[in-house]
């Protein structure tokens, strides 16, 4: 079994930054989604286990996904933050390496609460 942990989530203001946390147990590659009230859950950014990563264009350069060295722990940083991208974020392990479909993801965290205000 695979168990994810998160933690960072918040307010921010637009503009501003966060960082998210995922903690593991188990690993295989691992991605970030969120999702809002109606809408399609959406991937945000995924690293393998050789710290290749991918991102959706909109955080193309403002956004970092990492793992510290014993890949226990999953980070999201998020800079320059938009009012759009308030959403419910989850961490995602045993995915297709670099996919950022939801669907090729076997487990997630609980979610963590992204509040971005204008």
């Known amino acids: 079994q695979v168990q994810l942990v998160q933690s960072g989530g918040g307010s921010v203001q637009s503009g501003g930054s966060l960082t998210l946390s995922c903690t593991t147990s188990?690993?295989?590659?691992l991605g970030w989604f969120r999702q809002t009230a109606g809408k399609e859950r959406e991937g945000v950014a995924s690293?393998?286990?050789?710290?290749?990563?991918e991102y959706v264009d909109s955080v193309k350069g403002r956004f970092t996904i990492s793992q510290d060295s014993a890949k226990t722990t999953l980070y999201l940083e998020m800079n320059s933050l938009k009012p759009e991208e308030t959403a419910m974020y989850y961490c995602?392990?045993?995915?297709?390496?670099?996919?950022?479909?939801?669907?090729?993801?076997?487990?997630w965290g609980q979610g963590t609460q992204v509040t971005v205000s204008s």
């Open positions: 690293i393998d286990f050789l710290s290749n990563t």
């Open positions: 995602a392990a045993r995915g297709q390496c670099l996919s950022l479909s939801p669907a090729d993801y076997g487990d």
């Open positions: 188990g690993f295989s590659c």
